[in-house]
């Protein structure tokens, strides 16, 4: 059963820094392109950042490059997001997302296979 865990979320001031991890269970990490999406109140999700099954390659949206960095350690089933300069618009929950190594690079929900729950991320300005 594959099943995909975050954590990290927080509220934090405009201008702060967060770290969400995703924990991956059930599944060969290294099998899997990751991402992050995220989805604010009456907004579609959105992806923001992904990285291919070796960690070699990354893409990011245009509103966080720059400010986000997407990590990964397959050895530890783990994926990561580094949020620096947060603004209240980056405010959403934060979802992660794994799609079969060849997707990689896709930016639409429904190339992914697995989703986690979900960590709230709140930017007071």
């Known amino acids: 059963q594959v099943q995909l865990v975050e954590s990290g979320g927080g509220l934090v001031q405009a201008g702060g820094s967060l770290s969400l991890s995703c924990a991956a269970s059930?599944?060969?990490?290294?099998?899997?392109?990751m991402a992050w999406f995220r989805q604010a109140p009456g907004k579609e999700r959105e992806f923001v950042a992904g990285?291919?099954?070796?960690?070699?390659?990354?893409g990011y949206a245009d509103f966080v490059k720059g400010r986000f960095t997407i990590s990964r350690e397959n050895a530890k089933n783990m994926v990561y997001l580094q949020m620096n300069s947060l603004q209240p618009e980056d405010t959403a929950v934060y979802y992660c997302?794994?799609?079969?190594?060849?997707?990689?690079?896709?930016?639409?929900?429904?190339?992914?296979?697995?989703w986690g729950q979900g960590t709230q991320v709140t930017v007071s300005s």
């Open positions: 997302a794994c799609a079969r190594a060849l997707l990689y690079g896709s930016r639409r929900s429904n190339s992914y296979d697995y």
């Open positions: 059930g599944l060969t990490l290294t099998n899997y392109a």
């Open positions: 990285i291919s099954s070796r960690g070699g390659a990354t």
